[in-house]
């Protein structure tokens, strides 16, 4: 294992230089969406600066050069989650991703009657696209509890699941609880009952190693902007006897074997489902941002979450007028913190720590459901990443004891 430290990768992100309200800024909202290093900026601006052209579609230089970058492109990100570059497609990011299974594989695959199992703590991303598709097929939506320490209730599925079921959708780790869930026996029960798992990695991507195969899962979401890369790229796993038999799910240019007037078939996977000119530029920056994270290594990002996490539970459960929303054990969950201060809004709660230049999100966090479930309108919620250290931490812990103290 390398040598972490969090000082040393500091200097690579500009931002972070920053003050806000006269105060440095401590960033904190890594959950909605991460800062960037100069060398995934870098990155984009060579390709603009050097190699800017349209990809597999020409034989000029610049276009073989930008061809070449986007498929190493593409290898990189598929060694990053361990599967082979023609099972990963590129997307806008996770709400694409599970779109593009929904409208695909769901669409034709689902009757009335069926059943699609998601869980009570889904972003609404993983929500949605399912209550789509039910209206379209006469499919029904159906929800795994959660247990009484924020986990994902695994009797609860057992509960739910039958020959009916046949996709189970759910979070990896949950965007509000910090909730890291089984997902790997989820994939197995799925796979006992013929179902098709789709699993939203949005969070768990940034945050820990991942490896689809270990998994085991038939789907993997995820989004470049919350793992150091730009917005509007990400991508989706699938398993490639899947991804064969599905439809495209757009039709244009760049995807297609052979077109005539009155019919077309389609190019193999992944192109077959990445029609039109693609987020080149985007690509360029999400492999450089998985070369980062590479560098550093899942593992290390990791383990410094769990001391941050350790830090911060302890902390905030010693504070009596704050409640926190999560599991306790650190080896459980990632390092998000939803809380709430006795008697406060979220939002007036998150408007005193950005005074302080504390950057958190407040509200329901697109998880309006779990919000229901759990009684309240929603939460102001602290998330860190590889690059906040310690002090950052006990900085927010200080000033967040400072307001809790003036109720
Ligand atoms: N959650 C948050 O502040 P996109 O927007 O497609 O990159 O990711 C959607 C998404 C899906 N699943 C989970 C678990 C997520 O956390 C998110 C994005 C952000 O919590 C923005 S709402």
Redesign the pocket.
């Known amino acids: 294992m390398q040598m972490f430290d969090a000082e040393k990768i500091r200097e690579d992100f500009p931002v972070l230089e920053r003050e806000v309200n006269g105060k440095d800024l401590v960033y904190l ?1 890594n ?3 991460s800062q960037k290093p100069r060398q995934v900026m870098d990155a984009i601006s060579e390709f603009y600066e050097k190699h800017n052209a349209n990809i597999h579609r020409g034989v000029h230089a610049l276009s073989q050069e930008a061809s070449e970058m986007f498929d190493k492109g593409r290898e990189n990100v598929a060694d990053f989650i361990w599967c082979l570059p023609e099972e990963l497609i590129f997307t ?7 779109n593009l299974v929904a409208y695909s594989w769901a669409l034709h695959n689902l009757k009335e009657g069926d059943e699609i199992i998601i869980s009570k703590m ?5 929500i949605i696209p399912w209550h789509l598709i039910s209206k379209l097929t006469g499919a029904n939506v159906k929800a795994v509890e959660m247990g009484n320490d924020f986990s994902m209730s695994m009797e609860s599925l057992e509960s739910l699941i039958s020959s009916r079921t046949k996709i189970v959708a759910v ?1 990896h ?4 609880l910090g909730t890291v869930t089984p997902a790997k026996d989820i994939c197995k029960l799925a796979r006992d009952y013929d179902a098709v798992s789709v699993i ?1 990695g ?2 768990s991507a940034p945050h820990l190693p991942i490896n689809v195969k270990g998994m085991g899962c038939d789907f993997f ?1 995820f ?1 470049a ?2 793992m150091l890369g730009p ?1 509007g790229i ?1 991508g989706l796993y699938g398993k490639v006897e899947l991804l064969e038999e599905m439809p495209p799910f757009n039709g244009g240019g760049g995807m297609i074997a052979d077109v005539s007037f009155d019919h077309s078939t389609y190019a193999k996977p992944p192109e077959k489902f990445e029609a039109g000119t693609p987020n080149i530029a985007g690509v360029a920056g999400f492999s450089a941002a998985v070369d980062y994270l590479k560098k550093v290594g899942m593992e290390n990002v990791h383990e410094h979450e769990k001391v941050l996490n350790r830090i911060v539970i302890k902390r905030l459960n010693g504070m009596e007028k704050v409640k926190l929303y999560g599991p306790e054990n650190v080896d459980k969950r990632g390092a998000v913190y939803s809380f709430n201060a006795e008697g406060m809004n979220p939002h007036d709660v998150a408007v005193l720590l950005d005074q302080e230049g504390i950057a958190v ?1 407040s509200g329901h ?3 309006q459901p779990l919000m229901k479930e759990l009684g309240i309108e929603g939460t102001a ?1 602290a998330s860190p990443y590889l690059y906040n250290t310690e002090e950052e931490v006990k900085t927010f812990l200080d000033i967040l004891e400072e307001i809790v103290s003036k109720l």
Request: hydrophobic letters at 20%.
């Open positions: 909202d959950t909605a969406t806008r990011g996770t709400t694409e991703s599970i889904e972003h609404h991303s993983n979070t780790f949950s965007n509000v939203d949005a969070q979401a989004s902007h919350k917005t990400g999100r966090h697109c998880a919620r």
